[in-house]
């Protein structure tokens, strides 16, 4: 039956449109993952500590100029050729314009040395990115962990500052985003066997989590410790 619909895909073409969105979405997650070490290194640098390290400012500089060649790639070839998964979508040209307006802003004010201007330049375009795919219909593995990401974030926030009481609302929510992630199609590329084994080890601190909040334990350690499984598994779904 599965080399019969793989036939099938093929007479209809269905395969070739398959394979042109795992292209775009492989180049789109290349892109990502320079725009991400950028973004890092400017958060950085923005901190008074890490104040013009020079190993910083050079992977700012090279990492975001990086991000800006791989996006105009993809505008160029992207534009007028959509893949088949983002066909219907009438803002297709501009999203591709406005994330590369976006990422030449964030290259200025890196080379300005604008470290703050440029750590928002870079989030403006991921999240950008992250509404493309929510108009478009998309839900790759990234999508999900952004989306835990942001709660595990503002939950550890609230801990910290002594408001667990407000956090532990928000753990009904870690929960959902976790199961989220565990349904979504894990990424192409090089990383994917590394994020389906980090998977158990995201759930298991998720529920570390539930149950300290169920028991009303302290929420600093399961929350601190859950945010850095958080980032790695996030990298790694790029």
């Given at each position: 039956?599965?080399?019969?619909?793989?036939?099938?895909?093929?007479?209809?073409?269905?395969?070739?449109?398959?394979?042109?969105?795992?292209?775009?979405?492989?180049?789109?997650?290349?892109?990502?993952?320079?725009?991400?070490?950028?973004?890092?290194?400017?958060?950085?640098?923005?901190?008074?500590?890490?104040?013009?390290?020079?190993?910083?400012?050079?992977?700012?500089?090279?990492?975001?100029?990086?991000?800006?060649?791989?996006?105009?790639?993809?505008?160029?070839?992207?534009?007028?050729?959509?893949?088949?998964?983002?066909?219907?979508?009438?803002?297709?040209?501009?999203?591709?314009?406005?994330?590369?307006?976006?990422?030449e802003r964030m290259q200025r004010e890196t080379a300005a040395h604008e470290w703050r201007l440029?750590?928002?330049?870079?989030?403006?375009a991921c999240n950008w990115i992250t509404m493309m795919h929510e108009a478009n219909g998309v839900?790759?593995?990234?999508?999900?962990?952004?989306?835990?990401?942001?709660?595990?974030?503002?939950?550890?926030?609230?801990?910290?500052?002594?408001?667990?009481?407000?956090?532990?609302?928000?753990?009904?929510?870690?929960?959902?985003?976790?199961?989220?992630?565990?349904?979504?199609?894990?990424?192409?590329?090089?990383?994917?066997?590394?994020?389906?084994?980090?998977?158990?080890?995201?759930?298991?601190?998720?529920?570390?989590?539930?149950?300290?909040?169920?028991?009303?334990?302290?929420?600093?350690?399961?929350?601190?410790?859950?945010?850095?499984?958080?980032?790695?598994?996030?990298?790694?779904?790029?």
């Open positions: 039956m599965r080399m019969l619909t793989a036939a099938l895909a093929l007479t209809l073409g269905v395969g070739a449109n398959a394979a042109d969105d795992a292209s775009f979405d492989m180049r789109v997650s290349e892109a990502r993952r320079h725009m991400r070490a950028a973004c890092q290194a400017v958060q950085s640098l923005a901190k008074p500590d890490a104040a013009g390290n020079p190993a910083l400012v050079e992977t700012a500089g090279a990492e975001v100029g990086n991000a800006v060649t791989l996006w105009s790639a993809i505008v160029r070839d992207y534009a007028a050729v959509t893949p088949a998964g983002y066909a219907g979508d009438p803002g297709w040209k501009q999203r591709l314009e406005d994330i590369r307006l976006d990422l440029a750590f928002l330049s870079c989030a403006h839900t790759l593995a990234i999508d999900t962990m952004a989306a835990l990401r942001k709660r595990v974030g503002i939950l550890k926030g609230l801990v910290a500052v002594g408001q667990a009481e407000r956090g532990r609302p928000l753990v009904k929510e870690v929960l959902a985003a976790r199961d989220a992630v565990l349904l979504s199609p894990p990424p192409e590329g090089p990383t994917r066997d590394a994020f389906l084994a980090a998977l158990p080890e995201l759930s298991r601190a998720v529920d570390a989590l539930a149950e300290a909040a169920r028991s009303g334990a302290d929420l600093t350690a399961p929350a601190s410790s859950l945010a850095a499984i958080v980032e790695r598994v996030y990298e790694l779904a790029i």
